[in-house]
Structures are given as structure tokens and as C-alpha cells.
């Protein structure tokens, strides 16, 4: 059986060749199965949302030449559900543009007749600047030497 992190991989394989019933298998045909977008949807919850987000993005202009783990992946799994997470470079073309972005990405995948499908995904993209204030975590400085 593969691993989750294996499922993960090959699903953002197939997104990659635009093979639709390659990504429809994997996820859970379920209309709680939900997913947390990146783009201005914000999410799809079922089955039949998921497939038509997925269809439509395969008809459109938009090719991921290339997804990749800059972080992680992260997981844990146990017998009956697995989560995978960490930070995904997407390389994208969209007709003559071409160009990157970094986004958080999240699965929490369940088994199912000895295969690991998505029960939830989240993809999000980070926010330069959510609260106004920068990032919060506060630099420490080492001590200086004694002179």
C-alpha cells in the first residue's frame, strides 16, 4: 500500500498532466469531503463542488509545470487515517506568463479499500502582512561579549 505522503505525491502528479479521473480518485466521493482553496473560492465542500472545481480548472489555461516540497513533507499516519502537511512551490504557465508561488499545504486522508484518499486538503497562500504589524515572533539578540 502506499504511503500517504506517496498519495499526496501522485496526486499532485496527475494535477500536473491535467488527468482529471486520476484526481477525482483521489479523494473521497463524499459530499462532506471538503477542501480549503488557494484561490478566491476559498472552498469546495463535496464530492460533486470538488469534481466541477477540478474539471473546470483542467479545461482552463492554467498548467503546473512542476510541484514541489520546500518544506517537508510532514506526516503521520495510523491505521485508519493519515494527515501530510509542509510548504509547495508551484511552478505555473498560464498561457504566455510564467511564474512561481509559495503555499501552505495540508491533507488529512483516510482509508479506504487499502488506498489513502483526501477527506480534506488545505492550500493557502501566505499573507505578507495579516495584521498590519509584520511578523509578531520577536528577534532575540545574542549577548555581547564581555569586554
Request: some cysteine; hydrophobic content about 35%.
Amino acid at each position: 500500500m502506499q504511503s500517504a505522503i506517496d498519495t499526496v505525491n501522485e496526486h499532485y502528479r496527475v494535477i500536473i498532466e491535467k488527468d482529471l479521473q486520476g484526481i477525482l480518485e483521489k479523494y473521497v466521493a463524499d459530499e462532506d469531503t471538503y477542501v480549503i482553496l488557494e484561490g478566491p473560492r476559498l472552498t469546495s465542500k463535496g464530492y460533486t463542488k470538488i469534481s466541477k472545481g477540478w474539471g473546470d480548472f483542467c479545461m482552463s489555461p492554467i498548467q503546473l509545470t512542476s510541484i514541489e516540497w520546500t518544506e517537508g513533507p510532514f506526516a503521520e499516519e495510523t491505521a485508519e487515517m493519515a494527515w501530510v502537511s509542509g510548504i509547495i512551490r508551484l511552478q505555473v504557465r498560464v498561457s504566455d506568463r510564467t511564474f512561481d508561488n509559495i503555499f501552505r499545504a495540508s491533507f488529512v486522508l483516510v482509508r479506504k479499500s487499502d488506498l489513502w484518499q483526501i477527506h480534506h486538503e488545505h492550500v493557502s497562500v501566505v499573507h505578507p502582512d495579516p495584521y498590519g504589524i509584520g511578523d509578531w515572533l520577536k528577534q532575540t539578540t545574542p549577548p555581547s561579549a564581555a569586554s
